[in-house]
T-cell receptor, first 114, second 115 residues
Framework: AQKITQTQPGMFVQEKEAVTLDCTYD???????LFWYKQPSSGEMIFLIY??????QNATEGRYSLNFQKARKSANLVISASQLGDSAMYFC???????????FGKGTRLSVIA | ETGVTQTPRHLVMGMTNKKSLKCEQH?????MYWYKQSAKKPLELMFV???????ENNSVPSRFSPECPNSSHLFLHLHTLQPEDSALYLC??????????????FGPGTRLTVL
């Protein structure tokens, strides 16, 4: 069974600084994907970034990058140059093949301070 | 409209009411999902449909009844709900179900309050 652990219930970061949100996963599937979503107070889950288990390079999307360490089973999200609009809940999720549902972590609440 | 839309955005209902939540995706995807998000709990998968067939039903009480008339539309019919069913209900879609690289795209959710 898959499991996602996000150990930071809440994080604070100064505007324009970088922040790392932690995510560790546990899966026995050799082929899997790791996703990060942002959920503002409005409720919508916004897809940010994806990393495949066989990808050699860390994924990047604008100010978001994924620090993928396969041996440690970690997939931390790095947000560079934080903005006030980045304040939200952030969820890490793990997808595997074969009709296995996407498994979400409990989330980290990020607060960006001016 | 683009992406995934959900209506209504907010719903207040009594325990004896019957209501329906609607989800529509404009992405040409084959799989659609219902999730429940309660306060301080992880996202819970309720139902998965792939090409209009239900492929996952996560022990959801029968007072929640899904319907997928075509690959673009998904409904969640609600009847005789309990106050603990109050939550944010999120719909999502992906190209296919069961593919590890398929990203799920979510709608804005329906915030349900059961009195």
């Amino acid at each position: 069974a898959q499991k996602i652990t996000q150990t930071q219930p809440g994080m604070f970061v100064q505007e324009k600084e970088a922040v790392t949100l932690d995510c560790t996963y546990d899966t026995s599937d050799p082929s899997y994907g790791l996703f990060w979503y942002k959920q503002p107070s409005s409720g919508e889950m916004i897809f940010l970034i994806y990393q495949g288990s066989y990808d050699q390079q860390n994924a990047t999307e604008g100010r978001y990058s994924l620090n993928f360490q396969k041996a440690r089973k970690s997939a931390n999200l790095v947000i560079s140059a934080s903005q006030l609009g980045d304040s939200a809940m952030y969820f890490c999720a793990n997808g595997a093949s074969g009709n296995t549902p996407l498994v979400f972590g409990k989330g980290t609440r990020l607060s960006v301070i001016a | 409209e683009t992406g995934v839309t959900q209506t209504p955005r907010h719903l207040v209902m009594g325990m004896t009411n019957k209501k329906s939540l609607k989800c529509e995706q404009h992405l040409g995807h084959n799989a659609m999902y219902w999730y429940k998000q309660s306060a301080k709990k992880p996202l819970e998968l309720m139902f998965v449909y792939s090409l209009e067939e239900r492929v996952e039903n996560n022990s959801v009480p029968s007072r929640f009844s899904p319907e997928c008339p075509n690959s673009s539309h998904l409904f969640l019919h609600l009847h005789t709900l309990q106050p603990e069913d109050s939550a944010l209900y999120l719909c999502a879609s992906s190209q296919d179900s069961g593919v590890s690289s398929d990203t799920q795209y979510f709608g804005p959710g329906t915030r349900l309050t059961v009195l």
